[in-house]
């Protein structure tokens, strides 16, 4: 019998108008996007800075609003929803930032932050927001007396692990993890990604995790999906899409990771320019004024997200001669 996803995104798109006393242009921030996510499965988002994955984070939890498209979390339009019912399915999703010293309040005790959402969500007693605010910290391998401290007295990774345990307490179903580990140290990175990746085996969370390092992506997700200019170029379950990228932008990304066997190196694909403004993208592909393989065809023609394998699409008119391209 088929499973409905926890998460299905259609045709979501979201443009940010200029100001009432601004004259700029629209920006085409995402663009017709459409995906899945499984229970218990975990889900990337991949691209450069300015392909639209933090914007797509929060527009599923509506922490922005869409300009069209649909958003179901658990068969629910959460893009329909009134304020009083989508704070009560905000308790099943939850949101782990970039930045974890930004997130947190500097004026509250880490107990306080944990416990808010609690009380928000109505749980009483206060002994049973305690326990669960504990609980959450055990879970992220933090001490108990952490509670009664501030974050500054933390460190980067301890801080992180601080706003996974603040997700953790409402006891959420789904998790929009966005680039959690990108602000710290590399000796710290591998830490956070291994905690999580164990939190969401162990607890079978769903999650759709955000980010631009795809060393990380390929070790914590199922599935992939590359992003270009708030489109999707490419997605494939992670082991195709690493073996197999068709799509020339994920070929690009792909060669840029670092070869760890001496005596291995690739060929390297740089692309050329930089990713052009979302208030001004170009016509028909937007890829294309940096595809090295792009035609006359490709200015005319927005290219269609068709499957070329089991589970893996592609939108890019050339697919077919460019198969055997590497």
């Given at each position: 019998?088929?499973?409905?996803?926890?998460?299905?995104?259609?045709?979501?798109?979201?443009?940010?108008?200029?100001?009432?006393?601004?004259?700029?242009?629209?920006?085409?921030?995402?663009?017709?996007?459409?995906?899945?996510v499984?229970?218990?499965?975990?889900?990337?988002?991949?691209?450069?800075?300015?392909?639209?994955?933090?914007?797509?984070?929060?527009?599923?939890?509506?922490?922005?609003?869409?300009?069209?498209?649909?958003?179901?979390?658990?068969?629910?339009?959460?893009?329909?929803?009134?304020?009083?019912?989508?704070?009560?399915?905000?308790?099943?999703?939850?949101?782990?930032?970039?930045?974890?010293?930004?997130?947190?309040?500097?004026?509250?005790?880490?107990?306080?932050?944990?416990?808010?959402?609690?009380?928000?969500?109505?749980?009483?007693?206060?002994?049973?927001?305690?326990?669960?605010?504990?609980?959450?910290?055990?879970?992220?391998?933090?001490?108990?007396?952490?509670?009664?401290?501030?974050?500054?007295?933390?460190?980067?990774?301890?801080?992180?692990?601080?706003?996974?345990?603040?997700?953790?307490?409402?006891?959420?179903?789904?998790?929009?993890?966005?680039?959690?580990?990108?602000?710290?140290?590399?000796?710290?990175?591998?830490?956070?990604?291994?905690?999580?990746?164990?939190?969401?085996?162990?607890?079978?969370?769903?999650?759709?995790?955000?980010?631009?390092?795809?060393?990380?992506?390929?070790?914590?997700?199922?599935?992939?999906?590359?992003?270009?200019l708030?489109?999707?170029?490419?997605?494939?379950?992670?082991?195709?899409?690493?073996?197999?990228?068709?799509?020339?932008?994920?070929?690009?990304?792909?060669s840029a990771?670092?070869?760890?066997?001496?005596?291995?190196?690739?060929?390297?694909?740089?692309?050329?320019?930089?990713?052009p403004?979302?208030?001004n993208?170009?016509?028909?592909?937007?890829?294309?004024?940096?595809?090295?393989h792009?035609?006359?065809?490709?200015?005319n023609?927005?290219?269609?997200?068709?499957?070329?394998?089991?589970?893996?699409?592609?939108?890019?008119?050339?697919?077919?001669?460019?198969?055997?391209?590497?």
């Amino acid at each position: 019998m088929f499973e409905q996803p926890l998460l299905a995104v259609s045709g979501l798109t979201k443009h940010f108008k200029p100001s009432t006393f601004s004259r700029g242009p629209v920006v085409r921030a995402i663009e017709d996007v459409s995906f899945e996510v499984p229970r218990g499965k975990v889900v990337g988002l991949v691209g450069e800075s300015g392909s639209g994955k933090t914007t797509i984070g929060r527009s599923v939890l509506r922490l922005v609003e869409p300009t069209s498209g649909t958003v179901r979390f658990d068969g629910v339009d959460m893009t329909a929803l009134p304020p009083s019912e989508l704070r009560r399915q905000r308790a099943r999703m939850q949101y782990i930032f970039q930045d974890p010293f930004a997130s947190l309040s500097p004026r509250m005790t880490i107990g306080q932050i944990l416990m808010e959402g609690l009380e928000i969500q109505g749980l009483r007693p206060r002994e049973a927001r305690v326990a669960r605010a504990k609980a959450a910290l055990a879970a992220v391998e933090l001490p108990a007396d952490a509670f009664d401290r501030y974050a500054h007295e933390f460190s980067g990774g301890q801080r992180q692990r601080i706003g996974i345990a603040r997700a953790l307490a409402l006891e959420p179903e789904l998790i929009v993890a966005d680039e959690p580990v990108s602000a710290l140290d590399v000796s710290i990175q591998a830490q956070i990604i291994n905690l999580l990746r164990d939190l969401q085996q162990r607890l079978g969370l769903t999650m759709l995790f955000i980010s631009h390092d795809l060393a990380v992506v390929e070790y914590i997700c199922d599935t992939v999906i590359v992003l270009y200019l708030g489109r999707v170029m490419e997605m494939a379950p992670a082991a195709e899409l690493y073996a197999n990228p068709r799509h020339p932008y994920t070929r690009a990304l792909l060669s840029a990771i670092p070869e760890p066997a001496p005596g291995r190196a690739k060929q390297r694909q740089v692309l050329v320019g930089d990713i052009p403004s979302p208030a001004n993208p170009p016509s028909g592909c937007v890829f294309r004024t940096r595809c090295p393989h792009a035609a006359a065809a490709c200015a005319n023609t927005v290219p269609p997200l068709d499957n070329v394998a089991q589970a893996h699409r592609v939108a890019c008119i050339r697919k077919e001669e460019l198969a055997g391209v590497a």
